[in-house]
């Protein structure tokens, strides 16, 4: 049992960034990934704003948890695919979860609990602008 308190959620957390910042961010992971001879590797998840603002509508919601996966040979051809898992948080900085493992939606406190996968990689998906 951990002695630490648990401290209390900001839900304002997170900061806006410049552009310069941003692309500062991507070009470090990008060199990283290159290091490393990764080549087809994910750069990005695209989610559609209507399946993130059905997410952060649960009445429980005051953020949102973005968790890595990985998607272990789901086609045959032995490539592992990251994925983004993304979950609605409560004020106490808890996850909103389904209520059983297998269930992809339940309900909790009157309105579903969700969780949001199967996003549009990029390279496939990608942006045109740098």
Known sequence: MSTNA?????????????LETA???RLNY????????????T????FGKE?????????DCVALRIYYGIKVDTDGDGVKEKTMVL???????DDIL???PTEAVAKSAGAPA???DAGLPCPTYCSTKP
């Not at 990008?30 to 590797?41: F, M, R, V």
């Not at 979950?87 to 900085?93: I, L, T």
Request: contains cysteine; proline residues 9%; positive net charge.
């Open 43 to 46: 750069k990005a998840i695209c």
């Open 114 to 116: 969700l969780l949001l």
């Open 98 to 100: 389904p209520a059983g």
């Open 51 to 59: 399946k993130v603002i059905e997410l952060l509508s649960h009445p």
């Open 30 to 41: 990008e060199d990283d990934q290159s290091q490393k001879k990764k080549k087809g590797y």
């Open 23 to 25: 692309m500062k961010l």
């Open 6 to 18: 648990k401290k209390p959620f900001p839900p304002d957390a997170g900061e806006f960034i410049s």
């Open 87 to 93: 979950v609605g948080v409560d004020k106490n900085g």
